[in-house]
């Protein structure tokens, strides 16, 4: 979003913490030549969707009875869901994203 109303990428303040600058200076980075830190962590994602797979994966609508997890520091979700636990009909199958980190992609599995 900041790029799209023309903020440079690298004014942008977590752009520059990330290459280990200060997130206030609006010098310019030379990003085909400037090393960033070492990558601690990997993280992997999953979709969370309500598809029907007896009629090709299409979306469908309903009920949600019950979503039940447990967040802990490695693993997180997040689910948009209705008041009443329901999936609108015109809306997009996705309700929600599940995410794990590990210091490999192995471990983040």
């Known amino acids: 979003l900041q790029i799209a109303m023309g903020i440079p990428l690298a ?32 993280v992997l ?3 969370i969707t309500a598809e029907n797979p007896d009629e090709g994966l299409k979306p469908t609508s309903g009920k949600i009875n019950s979503i039940r997890f447990m967040s802990s520091g490695d693993c997180w979700g997040y689910f ?11 809306a997009d199958s996705q309700f929600g994203h599940v995410f ?10």
Not at 100 to 109: D, F, H, L, M, T
Request: aromatic share 10%.
């Open 45 to 47: 994602a999953a979709r």
């Open 100 to 109: 794990a980190r590990g210091k490999n992609r192995e471990e983040s599995r």
């Open 80 to 90: 948009s869901v209705g008041l009443n636990g329901g999936i609108h009909e015109f």
């Open 11 to 42: 004014n942008i303040p977590d752009i520059r913490r990330f290459f280990g600058l200060d997130p206030q200076d609006t010098g310019s980075i030379d990003f085909m030549t400037t090393d960033y830190p070492p990558i601690q962590y990997h």
